[in-house]
């Protein structure tokens, strides 16, 4: 008897494991051209704020637009359970860590209002901004129409892991085809992290793909259920399926990296890895602007049988303005987000975010040798 | 002279090194059916409680099965050395730490009283209860009999290192085949970490297998010995042997991961390694229920030659309710491991354990950023 | 349709990832011969000062010079845009920590005074150093010949990362070849970190290379960008460059790393993954007689955008003397950087620095098992 | 131009990385023979005590034969410079931290007295032990002889690294060859770690080989100069050339790791990589009998540039015959060393050192997940 092979295991990289190596020319930095196009709208910076109550309010899309970039508002968050959302985020902050886990079950345990989803919808468009709103599979067929009726721009529907043929068996006939013919905007999907799932949702005719599950070793999906893909391979995956399915059909689907992402090395290595822009929750929760003040949560209805997301402390670090394009005296790389791409952009000779894709990268020790010594900057 | 080849060293992974990769097609998650078949017995959540005083008590036992799971009483343990364990379980748990190492020593010296073993028996079958109970090879032939008698379901047979070969040497003769023929009831062997140990000890005509030696780099068998396998990799070779098996003799043995297993994370990778089910000690030691009361010990007579297991502060953590089915509000992933179980192998698209034998697994980086920056639920 | 092949990613080392195999014969240390010839100097010890303020005053450039090394004066720093850099220092140094950022970039909004940079070169000068000055490629064109016509030997010319083709577009025509003509100096560049460019950079013409980008993973430039490449393959790819480029022109262009280093047994890995020589910052700014008293802080001007290296306390912890030549009794490799150099080199059986690069060299773990244990001198 | 060959850097790895994997059959630990025989002498325990004047003492170098290993006394150290060394001693062990560098500087600035290597040589040899000495290649054919006239049975050359043929050009003329025929006691030469170096010194005709350069990471050798070779791949390489050697000549030269080793784990890991025998320093200075009642310091003359070893705390853990043979409660495989070298060696069926050798070993995660959870005993 012959012995059998074990299972192969492929070794992946995330943030940490990976650097950019610079180009064999480099180009000033102000020559990179940073912009990110996303169903038809174009963003100077290829920047997304993540779909999650303490990080985009009406208000705080609206901000994202004037900074080039695009806030996502979470359709079934407090802005449409309740009709006055802020009183309600007043609570959450000002709570004390011990009630707020259950005060949050009781917040997220109200029904969406369906008025509210249009209501929200309009202030974003009132400003002039790009309206994006964000559905579970779970609602979108019923719920979406009401958002694009209002005049929403985009509509992302977005789960822990998405599939284009469990949304049809499962979520009351959620074809994303189906979809993208009776909402008439364009839809972004996610998430997912293999170069066949992204393939098959780009096949339904979505606009953009989200990228990210379990990213890292301490994210709650992955010490929780053990499943995830550093996002950089998970990046790299997703976009050699765009490649393919460009070459294919000559449509191009947009590859945004969203979890995990802390820093603006982390943006610029997703970016080499093939995204064509970032998804940011904490970074942007940092702002003074956004509406967690200082705090953040997850998702709601994320995963029901499993923990709901904590309220988290993350600070406030400035303003939306110094976390995109500085100036910073923090020299940690969590702000000038905008300008550190410019500038590694600059380092690879890279015009464009996709000649940033053909940037070299190596594999490179994530150990920090700190305590003993510390290094200048390089 | 040509030079020699150097030994050659495999790579191998634990939990903390491997990840699961989500599938092409998910499901929901209520469609997943968790059951493992043991020696003809079905549990509907495949958790194993280790056979170790401060874990698993007749009453334990009980509750396990009310759970879907299976409790493995020490036979061997003061249960059976003890008319009247409660009382020196009071003890163990009430004494300094200072004192109890020594107070260990005396307990385990006493000897196992032979009638206790049928009445602990007895006591669990009462109940309604599947009865599984654990030997060390030394007492198996002469000891195992009587659990049987009183109407023991299951034997099992423990040491740091089980070899087919050596229990037929040493052990007063304890050959496995004979051992199968004379209890009549189904017999799970361990531990081994090998390939052809696990072929070995199937061929032997047991029903299940135990994987785990030194699965941990903190594990105290490879501090002090140096030998250990971690557990991705030693499941990884024994489900390859149980798959070959099966191929040549239509006979599937359950292979069951036991050891270093801390959060549903773990439990799912072992699952995707191959196994079939689980076996923990300290998640379910942190029961409200269980008799070590926030404490755990290991099991008596593991090696007399080096030190003995020393009294650990487990802590209690919430009812084996939650542990195992939640609902929960803690975020590391020790608690609602079933659900835990069941939510992997939606993204996985396994509607049973043998589908989730199939689940994609890649190497991740295990390092966490911890500090600087936390990272949200992916 | 074929399944697109993912971005490879090469394996890179840094210092502590690597470790020099002793060789088949070893020599006495006293036998050790560390010449480095750079633009036709030789110096004793192959160690460069580098250009930054807190490191190298024209008084520490003599010191360096009679220790045997070269000490690099940076032309566009406090030297030169003061007729009294001294009080300057004394401000930065006695400043509280909250201040002294926005001090440090008021320092630095001064202009250059274009007659300092003659008079600090006539200073190094006239007490008999080899006397270096190191400019940004935007300011090289214009100032370099300045230092030139009052005496300097060596002219080097550093930004983040260099390119020859970059420099030749951008920074007002600067073309190394053409710069070398006009100002009859030696010529060192950088920084560059892989084979292509350094060897661009070789074949303009230029004395000397500088390898070094985002080196750490704790380096600003890694952190914000994502950008760099750690230090030992950098070395190997450069001196890579040197090897192919001296093979087919005869001419011997020096490998200098820079950055990054911590120790002697950095050093002796720099030298052993091929460079002819290292520049050291922190290590010299330790000394008691360097201008920053203590403290450290990188090059001005580095990169408009992003934050500004700020003023890190490096402590003073011996006489250059010491931590060039010992005796010390300091047992972290931080001191007597020479010696740790020789017996590195008698333990290879290297008689001269090219012999060194021909060392073996592994790659060995670099976690360390502090706490439980130490380790003594092996 | 091709593009030339970066140098190639093969993987190595030290204890801390690797595993051994229990075997097809196991033994009975009681059935494990682990005589060690050197230069004739069989010693019942392969434990050799480093030549450090904190660690063996004439007395200690008694116990240690009394318990089956055998203690390598210092000649160069203060048993051999002072008449009356325990005042000396008495002196380092009570002296302040402050101190004692600088009086640890004088005690080795005195010179050895030739008389007192006969003395101590008696002394160990009135007692029935077998007496091994320690000598530097500078003194050894000037020393060594004054001991073997006094009853020495083993002599030991040891410096950092040492190869056959630096020897005769340097130190006087010391051939290994001349130094065995003239000395007709049984000559122990070290450390080295490559084939080739162990090869010639095999070659020579010595009896032993020492193994271990900078074995890790927090190694003075190796921060300072950057040379070491992890202990385990250094251990394969030299049992390497042993099998060759012996294949070619059928003389056995014994292999012994000498450096790094902390645990059980890491001895067994020694013998599994192919050494006869280990030699250990902190767990016997350890002892309560040790000479350095708590403390230990490198030996002396190690690189006259370089630091010398400062006195460490090793603390007081518990008897020899504890340390070596139990019994023990300390869980973490400091203790009972050759109860657990015989556990493992039962695990992994091997009867002799020499099947232990053949042993399977696998590289296994090193970094442990502290602090979260635990891990029961594997």
Chains 1, 2, 3, 4 share one sequence.
């Not at 996709?354 to 070299?360: L, T, Y």
Request: glycine share 12%.
């Amino acid at each position: 008897m012959g012995r059998r092979l074990l299972k192969q295991l492929d070794q992946t990289y995330g943030f940490d494991e990976v650097a950019i190596v610079p180009g064999d020319v480099t180009i000033n930095p102000e020559l990179a051209d940073t912009r990110l196009t996303l169903g038809g709208h174009v963003f100077e910076a290829p920047f997304l704020a993540s779909a999650m109550d303490g990080t985009v309010s009406p208000r705080f899309a609206t901000l994202m637009h004037e900074m080039g970039g695009l806030g996502v508002l979470n359709a079934e968050g407090v802005y449409t359970r309740y009709d006055d959302p802020y009183s309600v985020l007043e609570e959450i902050v000002s709570m004390s860590k011990a009630e707020v886990t259950e005060y949050l079950q009781q917040v997220y345990s109200e029904p969406v209002q369906e008025h509210l989803i249009g209501s929200r919808v309009q202030e974003i468009k009132r400003s002039g901004a790009v309206c994006a709103v964000s559905f579970t599979p779970q609602t979108t067929k019923r719920l979406s129409p009401l958002a694009v009726e209002a005049g929403a721009d985009l509509v992302f529907v977005q789960s822990t892991v998405t599939t284009a043929r469990h949304m049809s068996n499962s979520y009351r006939g959620l074809v994303f085809s189906e979809l993208m013919e009776n909402l008439k905007v364009p839809v972004v999907v996610g998430n997912c992290v293999s170069y066949n799932v992204a393939l098959e949702l780009m096949q339904t005719g979505v606009d953009g793909v989200l990228v990210g599950v379990g990213p890292g070793a301490a994210c709650t999906t992955r010490e929780v259920t053990g499943v995830g893909v550093p996002q950089v391979s998970a990046t790299l995956e997703c976009a050699a399926a765009r490649e393919d399915y460009f070459e294919q059909t000559g449509r191009y689907v947009a590859v945004i990296t969203d979890g995990g992402i802390r820093t603006g090395g982390d943006v610029c290595k997703s970016i080499a890895s093939g995204a064509d822009g970032v998804m940011i929750g904490t970074p942007f929760a940092q702002a003074e602007e956004a509406p967690g003040r200082g705090f953040n949560w997850g998702m709601a209805n994320a995963h029901p049988e499993l923990p709901r997301g904590t309220r988290i402390d993350v600070g406030t670090k400035g303003s939306l303005r110094q976390i995109m394009y500085g100036p910073t005296s923090v020299t940690n790389g969590t702000q000038n987000l905008v300008g550190a791409l410019r500038v590694a952009m600059g380092m690879c000779g890279a015009y464009t975010i996709n000649d940033m894709h053909k940037a070299d990268m190596v594999v490179a020790p994530a150990i920090k040798t700190e305590g003993k010594f510390f290094q200048m900057a390089g």
